[in-house]
């Protein structure tokens, strides 16, 4: 993708994410930036989606909070934020489109976790909508 | 024709889902007290849900996303955090309240006490959730909720002094006896009751649940502003009720089978069953409601796939959240706390968090990004402006008055 | 600071609970929301007993009914009684109410016995003396507002 100019205060943060399939993945809640070894503005390298990135924008009491939260979620050993690279972002509209299903994304560990675990242990889990 | 049906079915669940627990022990307990004096404030409560709704079933059906999925993207995280935990809290004692309720109704039919049927109505409501159809839940609880409509024929045969309480409710004024501060507090239960919070996450959400396109705004409308006045119509049949039976008694109705009461006098045992099934279906309603709520905020916020349309291991912490919420609530009930007390609490906390939870739909109902040409009309704005001034001051108030009037003892 | 406020808050509210009372009013106040409190599960019985006459509703409703209204009265009283009367005068009001609610209070509960054995038929006779009962409540409580 083209580098493209935006004002990620308006156009990024806490856009929804939609993975190749249109289903819902999470929100940007953060951003990893990089600096380019020439010098230059810096440019977007990662979306960061979760509890854990979200707490980082919140900051002061509402955003340790979450972290709290968050950390206890996840395996003890990963402390950073789940990361989506950016090079799977397809379009940025309204949404912004993934080219990848929501399957193969970080973020999706808690959820998959929570599937495996208790919500595939109820009884009717797969079934299609009626 | 198809469509008339489609228009039909939508306006009678409209009616039928719009009573709940809160509306059935406001109503009844400001005409116990206040006789008609306060029947303006369900107009204005009425008024004001449906201009929101309309407004947040119309961005649901232009934009493809639920209001609440959209605060964030427009007021950004933290302030949608704030609105989230304000309409979570709500949402989830107004849960509670929805499940003793449904629970004191079986307890009237059965004189089994209440607290042994909580456990049940918790199962129950999940696995309606979890298992049956959106459409089938909808229509099945909303026209079931219709038999809430042998109040009004109770009230038919009485023949009541229809002068007289017209005349009531056209001249509000303070009773003997009773001081301005309640008066206030028992008009902000009941404007909080008329336009709880939920109803609208519900309705925007269930725009998408059915998969409203644009050529379904009309039955959006027709829904909102047919089906939620003669709604607003059954809940003042309530205190009209109250007024004529309990006022010159000096009934204060604390209990579910108080209510029952009058329609029992007039209509007899038939009447009084039908009542019954009327309770059981506008809680049980209201319960899946309040339920899918809680999941359907948090779930927007963070940006986790929800909804009934996908299977549910799709949206594993959409349900999640929904099962906590149902066990908590049901909880909550079970520790003994009077079901009516928490209704109590529930809806005045409503009306005090409505500026929060009905400015992100003002704001995003106006925005071109998501609406196109379906924006607000200028006299949609006018109006909304004009609620959520009145809001703003309703939710001052009521802390202070709550704690002057002692909770409106 | 915030602290301070809800530590305020905390305590205004608190104070609305029952605890001693100083002065007559007061007592007399509490007497007569007492008494009002009363006549409103007193009323909803008569009302109940109504409907059991014309044979409108069922046995089982009619008894939960009456067991509400039986247990409102009671806990009623129950509150009123938990107040130290501050002085003699205050213990001849006490007399008065006691000597109202004591009947009213059997009358309530050879209700709800009766409901509940589905006696249905006594409840007209064993509600007669709620009238009488129910007025005089009504003028203690309209006479100590």
């Given at each position: ?17 939609l ?16 600096f ?70 970080e ?24 | 024709?198809?469509?008339v ?71 950004g ?111 902000i239960a ?24 644009r ?95 996908v ?41 005090a968090?409505?500026?929060l939870?009905?400015?992100?739909i ?39 008055l ?8 | ?23 007559f ?6 007497g ?34 009456l ?57 007209p ?18 006479a100590?507002?």
């Open positions: 993708m083209a580098g493209r100019v935006l004002d990620a205060g308006l156009d990024l943060f806490d856009r929804q994410l993975d190749k399939d249109a289903r819902l993945a999470g929100k940007v809640d953060d951003l990893e930036f990089s380019p070894e020439g010098g230059g503005p810096p440019h977007v390298t990662a979306i960061l989606a979760g509890p854990g990135a979200l707490a980082g924008r919140l900051g002061g009491r509402l955003g340790a909070w979450l972290e709290g939260l968050a950390n206890r979620l996840r395996d003890s050993q990963e402390r950073r934020p789940a990361r989506i690279p950016f090079g799977v972002v397809k379009r940025i509209g309204s949404c912004v489109d993934l080219s990848v299903a929501k399957e193969e994304l973020t999706d560990r808690v959820d998959a976790w929570i599937g495996d675990h208790v919500i595939s242990r109820i009884p009717g889990a797969r079934h299609a909508p009626e | 024709m198809r469509k049906f489609e228009i039909a079915l939508g306006i009678l669940t409209a009616i039928g889902g719009f009573v709940d627990i809160g509306d059935i022990v406001a109503n009844t307990e400001t005409g116990a007290r206040f006789g008609m004096s306060l029947a303006w404030v369900v107009v204005v409560g009425v008024v004001g849900i449906c201009v929101f709704a309309e407004m947040a079933g119309r961005v649901a059906t232009v934009s493809g996303r639920p209001v609440f999925d959209l605060v964030r993207e427009r007021l995280a933290r302030v949608a955090l704030v609105n989230l935990l304000a309409s979570f809290f709500i949402t989830f004692l107004t849960l509670a309240a929805e499940i003793g309720g449904v629970a004191l109704a079986i307890e009237l039919a059965t004189s089994v006490n209440y607290l042994l049927w909580i456990p049940l109505v918790a199962f129950l409501v999940w696995f309606v959730v979890w298992r049956v159809k959106f459409q089938v839940m909808e229509n099945v609880f909303g026209l079931l909720g219709l038999a809430l409509i042998v109040v009004a024929v109770a009230l038919w045969r009485l023949h009541p002094d229809w002068g007289g309480l017209i005349h009531g409710a056209t001249h509000p004024a303070v009773p003997k006896g009773e001081g301005h501060p309640t008066w206030w507090y028992f008009a009941l404007l909080g009751a008329a336009m709880t919070p939920y109803e609208v996450f519900f309705f925007s959400s269930g725009a998408v649940e059915d998969g409203w396109t050529s379904d705004l009309m039955v959006n409308r027709a829904n909102v502003y047919i089906g939620f006045p003669l709604g607003g119509l059954l809940s003042l049949t309530l205190m009209v009720m109250a007024t004529l039976f309990f006022e010159p008694r000096g009934i204060e109705p604390g209990h579910l089978s108080q209510v029952a009461l009058s329609t029992a006098l007039v209509l007899g045992k038939l009447g009084l069953a039908v009542l019954l099934v009327g309770f059981f279906a506008a809680t049980f309603g209201a319960a899946l409601e309040t339920a899918l709520s809680c999941g359907y905020t948090v779930a927007q916020y963070f940006g986790f796939q929800w909804g009934k349309f299977r549910p291991t799709e949206a594993p912490r959409f349900h999640l959240v929904t099962l906590l919420s149902i066990v908590l609530g049901a909880g909550l009930v079970l520790s003994t706390l009077d079901p009516i007390k928490v209704t109590e609490y529930s809806i005045v906390l409503s009306a968090a409505l500026p939870t009905y400015f992100p003002l704001l995003v109902a106006n925005d071109p990004d998501y609406m196109g040409d379906k924006v607000n009309s200028r006299l949609g704005n006018a109006i909304g402006s004009l609620y959520l001034a009145l809001l703003l001051v309703v939710a001052v108030v009521t802390i202070p709550m704690i002057l009037t002692k909770a409106g003892s | 600071m915030r602290s301070r406020i809800a530590a305020l808050l905390l305590v205004a509210i608190v104070c609305g609970c029952t605890g001693p009372v100083r002065s009013n007061v007592y007399a106040s509490k007569g929301k007492t008494a009002k409190a009363v006549v409103s599960a007193v009323e909803t019985a008569r009302l109940a007993v109504s409907a059991a006459a014309r044979d409108r509703a069922y046995g089982r409703y009619l008894g939960q009914v067991a509400e209204a039986e247990r409102d009265a009671t806990a009623a009283q129950g509150t009123f009684d938990a107040i130290q009367p501050p002085d003699r005068r205050t213990d001849r009001l006490r007399e008065e109410l006691d000597g109202l609610l004591t009947p009213t209070l059997s009358s309530l509960a050879d209700l709800r016995i009766a409901a509940r054995r589905g006696d249905l038929v006594d409840l006779r064993l509600a007669a003396p709620l009238a009488g009962l129910s007025k005089r409540l009504d003028d203690f409580a309209q100590h507002q």
